[in-house]
């Protein structure tokens, strides 16, 4: 469990305010020894849905770690977060680092057909949830697949001006 103190250095460094020598010597655990710590806190955060735990270990993994195998490992864990009811400032931000490949059409579908809010007034969905579904349109028309031009053409009759409008363009753009 990521204390308050952790977090605190987590983002001190993130925000140029401590360097990374003085992180790991300050950090309350040896991270050179326990080099998985930061992926078994997110993945525990993701298995208990905890969004704040699982945003703070999304920001120092993605800090800390720029090799193949922790893009492969983030990727895992996008999509294990991505089905979970997680704030939809989480989910937002999960939709805008997933890859863009045929293996995650599923999970940006998944979105689309979720409402990530609480308050479900009609004003809260167009502030909040079109810009999500959007962005996974836009995703999605980035795969470029006939499977993505059909599920982005599902859409064009949204009740949501924002969501046709972007169909709209994606139509243009897309291939065939």
Do not use: G
């Amino acid at each position: 469990m990521i204390t308050k103190e952790e977090e605190k250095l987590i983002y001190d460094l993130i925000l140029n305010k401590l360097d990374e020598e003085h992180f790991f010597k300050s950090y309350p655990i040896d991270l050179k020894k326990n080099k998985e710590y930061f992926w078994d806190e997110l993945n525990d955060s993701i298995t208990k849905n905890d969004s704040e735990k699982i945003e703070i270990c999304f920001d120092i993994i993605e800090y800390l770690y720029d090799d193949e195998l922790s893009e492969i490992k983030l990727q895992s864990l996008y999509q294990k977060a991505i089905l979970l009811k997680c704030s939809y400032h989480l989910i937002e931000r999960l939709v805008d680092s997933l890859e863009k490949t045929p293996f995650t059409i599923n999970y940006f579908k998944h979105v689309l057909n979720q409402n990530y809010l609480e308050n479900q007034s009609e004003e809260n969905i167009e502030t909040f949830m079109v810009p999500i579904w959007n962005k996974c349109l836009w995703a999605l028309s980035k795969i470029d697949t006939d499977e993505t031009r059909k599920i982005i053409f599902e859409y064009k009759s949204s009740q949501y001006e924002d969501i046709n409008k972007t169909v709209n363009k994606l139509k243009s753009k897309m291939t065939k």
